[in-house]
């Protein structure tokens, strides 16, 4: 079991920015492939943005469009969210597989962050 937990969330206005954090509590993430993704009530979970074990491969959803960024270490993995629309508001969830299984193969999610972007 790998107890994840996202910080970083917020009310922000339209074009602003936010920095997503995810870590495991009291363990290394090292050799593990994570992964970001965001629901909206009533909607499925859609995914944002992912990062290979080793750090060798980035994918984005294809709404980013060049405005996030996904970066990790050893002890946590960030989102940074630049240019914020109010349809990016959801809760952001953090995800987690050993190694890398497939994309839709996460294993473990933390509670999430609310995001909310206001007009």
């Known amino acids: 079991q790998v107890q994840l937990v996202e910080s970083g969330g917020g009310l922000v206005q339209s074009g602003d920015s936010l920095r997503l954090s995810c870590a495991a509590s009291?363990?290394?993430?090292?050799?593990?492939?994570m992964g970001w993704f965001r629901q909206a009530p009533g909607k499925e979970r859609e995914f944002v943005a992912s990062?290979?074990?080793?750090?060798?491969g980035r994918v984005y959803g294809d709404f980013v469009e060049g405005r996030f960024t996904i970066s990790g270490d050893k002890n946590a993995v960030y989102l940074q969210m630049n240019n914020l629309k109010p349809d990016d508001t959801g809760v952001y969830l953090c995800?987690?597989?050993?190694?890398?299984?497939?994309?839709?193969?996460?294993?473990?999610w933390g509670q999430g962050a609310q995001v909310t972007v206001s007009s």
């Open positions: 995800a987690a597989q050993f190694g890398y299984t497939g994309a839709n193969k996460f294993t473990y």
């Open positions: 990062i290979l074990w080793n750090g060798g």
């Open positions: 009291g363990r290394s993430l090292s050799g593990y492939s």
